[in-house]
Nanobody, 119 residues
Framework: QVQLVESGGGLVQPGGSLRLSCVVS????????MDWYRQAPGKERELVAR???????NYADSVKGRFTISRDNAENTVALQMNSLKTEETAVYSC?????????????WGQGTQVTVSS
């Protein structure tokens, strides 16, 4: 069984910062891409940031220069440092890991963590 557990969400004022973390546990051979998604109320889920197993990163245009994704391959963790947060970035943030297990690739998701940006 594979589990992804996020932490670090909460309430922050506009312009503030939060750091999200996600730990992947279970019987996994390889983790390739690790992603952070978010879904705001009434909106579609969107990809916020991605990091490959080699460390290459991609960001949504709206967060470039403010968010930083990182990973620790030895610990199977991925983090998202979020700076200069805006009220419209209030959402549930979820991590996703693309994993090789057994003889197939699978996508596993965390349960999500709430980020609320409000004064």
């Amino acid at each position: 069984q594979v589990q992804l557990v996020e932490s670090g969400g909460g309430l922050v004022q506009p312009g503030g910062s939060l750091r999200l973390s996600c730990v992947v546990s279970g019987s996994i051979s390889i983790i390739s891409n690790m992603d952070w998604y978010r879904q705001a109320p009434g909106k579609e889920r969107e990809l916020v940031a991605r990091i490959t197993d080699g460390g290459s990163t991609n960001y949504a245009d709206s967060v470039k220069g403010r968010f930083t994704i990182s990973r620790d391959n030895a610990e199977n963790t991925v983090a998202l440092q979020m700076n200069s947060l805006k009220t419209e970035e209030t959402a549930v943030y979820s991590c996703k890991a693309h994993c090789f297990r057994g003889s197939h690739w699978y996508d596993y998701w965390g349960q999500g963590t709430q980020v609320t940006v409000s004064s």
